[in-house]
């Protein structure tokens, strides 16, 4: 006869196996399982956000594709930690998997580097390409 303990053992081992077939990165790292749901979320809030920035015809609300643009930053610098870290540890997983995790994530990095450098662009002493614009036009003279 079961005793209550081993039970209760076993109703948690169900528990358990269940929650990782259904959520299988708890098992790898649970942080990391609720920093893909969020990257997942973002990923259709930023579809979201894109479709309502283009109000008809060729008119874009500027505020808008502004957000957007925040969100794919961000997106892109989480989704490249995540393939990051899982490439590092994917002697975790299946060969295969560790390859395309590892694939995709050199695929990332050249998404992310342009959106990591945050380098100004320094020409001729100015700080940015506005400002560079600026000065040249306000020395003009009429």
């Known amino acids: 006869m079961a005793t209550p303990y081993l039970m209760g053992h076993v109703l948690h081992l169900f528990i358990e196996t269940a929650m990782f077939e259904a959520h299988p990165l708890m098992a790898?790292?649970?942080?990391?399982?609720?920093?893909?749901?969020?990257?997942?979320?973002?990923?259709?809030?930023?579809?979201?956000?894109?479709?309502a920035s283009f109000t008809g015809g060729s008119n874009v609300d500027g505020a808008l594709m502004s957000k957007v643009y925040g969100l794919i930053w961000l997106w892109v610098l989480g989704?490249?930690?995540?393939?990051?870290?899982?490439?590092?540890?994917?002697?975790?997983?299946?060969?295969?998997?560790?390859?395309?995790?590892?694939?995709?994530?050199?695929?990332?990095?050249?998404?992310?580097?342009?959106?990591?450098?945050m380098n100004l662009n320094v020409k001729k002493g100015c700080l940015a390409l506005r400002a560079c614009f600026l000065e040249s036009t306000l020395s003009v003279k009429t």
């Open 28 to 51: 790898f790292a649970p942080l990391m399982e609720m920093q893909v749901r969020s990257l997942d979320e973002m990923a259709g809030a930023i579809e979201e956000t894109l479709d």
């Open 79 to 117: 989704v490249y930690e995540v393939l990051r870290t899982m490439c590092q540890a994917k002697e975790c997983f299946s060969q295969s998997l560790g390859e395309q995790l590892c694939s995709q994530k050199r695929y990332f990095a050249k998404l992310r580097m342009p959106l990591q450098n």
